[in-house]
């Protein structure tokens, strides 16, 4: 198998991948990264059989211990987030796996999250009510990050006056899922994870004592119900949520945006339906060609359970496989002019949620946000413009979550 080390640490690479993407998926579609230490997939056919694929999965410590494995002992010096990330459930396998999402997923019906629809553009009127007429103004901060911190926060029943600190925490944990962090990271996360779960644990003996219409206190019940739930199960889980529930949906609204007025002829196109009487629904299909054209989770990876061959090469338990997710939605195998931004393409079998039991079980809230946050734009900004014509946007540095960290407009 060839070997080849991906600059997910390169600035440049960070912000435009797809040049190097396409000439991998070209040339060296499956590759063993040294550096990564696994085996990466580049190709949309392979990244779909791998995510469908029992014999892989988002860890294998339900069956083998690291001795097995031959893998190292913790780092202690994560060990507050190793444990919040042994107890939710993106990195769990069934029964386990199954448990946590059948209590979670009573949340993300798709009748509550249309539901939350109203909710909302009341939220989104309130923030686009001033912006924009102070002049320039920073289109993550002031507009994409918001409205869904607020959603899952509310969902959750998070008060009003610690939702300041939730996008923070979430920065500080995500930084460990990137291939290489450093101690400074693992401090911050360390401490994040520590204050995001006191915060919890406070929250949960508060919907104990005295119980709401929200997550929270279903999860509580849940936990009181016997053995389904334990407290740090409750808790990691509402962490994960919280983190999960905003980071795609502020990557993707801003880099899609950004993909929008780089040819002003897409992002005019959508101002000239967007009170049109069928606008969500044009909406809806233009946030799944932003998602699959530019992928605010670019890579996830999967773990080894049951020996196996893969394009040649024999992995066994415990070995890990990356999966590029932003490459798979590029591919011409899969998609035509997959390098063209179309927002009527249909199908779009993008990868962006994944698929198989791990498909984001957030992925119909996310949709609804996008759709309504860009109609929303639309509406009332519908000359927005780059601050900087020839803007390419300031990343935060991260591959695993790829995200813009600020992406400066103006009105006019």
Same mark, same amino acid.
């Given at each position: 198998m060839p070997t080849f080390a991906l600059p997910v640490a390169d600035p440049a690479f960070v912000r435009d991948p797809y040049p190097l993407l396409a000439r991998l998926r070209a040339e060296t579609p499956v590759f063993f990264d040294p550096g990564m230490n696994r085996v990466v997939l580049t190709r949309h056919a392979d990244i779909s059989a791998v995510l469908r694929d029992r014999r892989f999965g988002r860890s294998a410590l339900h069956r083998f211990s690291r001795d097995e494995l031959g893998w190292p002992l913790p780092d202690p010096r994560q060990a507050n987030f190793d444990a919040f990330n042994s107890n939710h459930l993106l990195d769990s396998e069934p029964p386990k796996h199954t448990r946590l999402r059948s209590l979670v997923g009573l949340a993300f019906t798709p009748r509550r999250v249309e539901a939350l629809s109203e909710r909302i553009e009341v939220i989104l009127d309130a923030q686009l009510r001033d912006l924009g007429r102070q002049g320039p103004f920073d289109l993550v901060e002031e507009y994409a990050e918001p409205l869904p911190v607020t959603v899952i926060a509310e969902l959750l029943g998070v008060p009003h006056e610690h939702r300041a600190r939730l996008r923070p925490w979430s920065a500080s944990i995500v930084k460990l899922y990137e291939p290489a962090p450093t101690p400074a990271d693992q401090d911050e996360a360390e401490q994040a994870v520590l204050d995001f779960s006191a915060l919890l644990r406070e929250l949960v003996a508060q919907r104990r004592a005295q119980p709401q219409d929200d997550l929270i206190t279903a999860l509580v019940q849940a936990e009181e119900g016997g053995d389904r739930l334990t407290e740090q199960e409750l808790i990691d889980t509402c962490i994960l949520l919280l983190n999960a529930g905003h980071e795609a949906s502020v990557n993707g609204l801003t880099a899609g945006v950004l993909a929008l007025q780089r040819d002003r002829r897409h992002w005019e196109a959508l101002v000239a339906q967007a009170h049109a009487p069928d606008s969500l629904s044009v909406f809806r299909r233009a946030v799944e060609e932003l998602l699959r054209f530019d992928t605010p989770l670019p890579m996830f990876e999967r773990i080894v359970l049951d020996p196996l061959t893969l394009h040649g090469a024999d992995l066994k338990p415990g070995d890990r496989v990356s999966l590029l997710y932003a490459s798979g939605n590029r591919d011409p195998g899969r998609f035509d002019a997959?390098?063209?931004? %179309?927002?009527? %393409?249909d199908p779009n079998p993008h990868l962006t949620f994944? =698929? /198989?039991?791990?498909?984001?079980? /957030? *992925?119909?809230? *996310? %949709? =609804?946000?996008?759709?309504?946050?860009?109609r929303a734009l639309c509406r009332a900004l519908p000359d927005l413009r780059l601050v900087d014509p020839g803007e390419s946007g300031q990343y935060t540095g991260g591959f695993v979550i790829r995200g813009l960290a600020r992406l400066d407009v103006q009105a006019g």
């Amino acid at each position: 198998m060839p070997t080849f080390a991906l600059p997910v640490a390169d600035p440049a690479f960070v912000r435009d991948p797809y040049p190097l993407l396409a000439r991998l998926r070209a040339e060296t579609p499956v590759f063993f990264d040294p550096g990564m230490n696994r085996v990466v997939l580049t190709r949309h056919a392979d990244i779909s059989a791998v995510l469908r694929d029992r014999r892989f999965g988002r860890s294998a410590l339900h069956r083998f211990s690291r001795d097995e494995l031959g893998w190292p002992l913790p780092d202690p010096r994560q060990a507050n987030f190793d444990a919040f990330n042994s107890n939710h459930l993106l990195d769990s396998e069934p029964p386990k796996h199954t448990r946590l999402r059948s209590l979670v997923g009573l949340a993300f019906t798709p009748r509550r999250v249309e539901a939350l629809s109203e909710r909302i553009e009341v939220i989104l009127d309130a923030q686009l009510r001033d912006l924009g007429r102070q002049g320039p103004f920073d289109l993550v901060e002031e507009y994409a990050e918001p409205l869904p911190v607020t959603v899952i926060a509310e969902l959750l029943g998070v008060p009003h006056e610690h939702r300041a600190r939730l996008r923070p925490w979430s920065a500080s944990i995500v930084k460990l899922y990137e291939p290489a962090p450093t101690p400074a990271d693992q401090d911050e996360a360390e401490q994040a994870v520590l204050d995001f779960s006191a915060l919890l644990r406070e929250l949960v003996a508060q919907r104990r004592a005295q119980p709401q219409d929200d997550l929270i206190t279903a999860l509580v019940q849940a936990e009181e119900g016997g053995d389904r739930l334990t407290e740090q199960e409750l808790i990691d889980t509402c962490i994960l949520l919280l983190n999960a529930g905003h980071e795609a949906s502020v990557n993707g609204l801003t880099a899609g945006v950004l993909a929008l007025q780089r040819d002003r002829r897409h992002w005019e196109a959508l101002v000239a339906q967007a009170h049109a009487p069928d606008s969500l629904s044009v909406f809806r299909r233009a946030v799944e060609e932003l998602l699959r054209f530019d992928t605010p989770l670019p890579m996830f990876e999967r773990i080894v359970l049951d020996p196996l061959t893969l394009h040649g090469a024999d992995l066994k338990p415990g070995d890990r496989v990356s999966l590029l997710y932003a490459s798979g939605n590029r591919d011409p195998g899969r998609f035509d002019a997959p390098d063209e931004l %179309r927002l009527d %393409r249909d199908p779009n079998p993008h990868l962006t949620f994944g =698929l /198989g039991i791990h498909y984001c079980l /957030g *992925a119909p809230l *996310a %949709r =609804l946000e996008l759709a309504l946050s860009l109609r929303a734009l639309c509406r009332a900004l519908p000359d927005l413009r780059l601050v900087d014509p020839g803007e390419s946007g300031q990343y935060t540095g991260g591959f695993v979550i790829r995200g813009l960290a600020r992406l400066d407009v103006q009105a006019g």
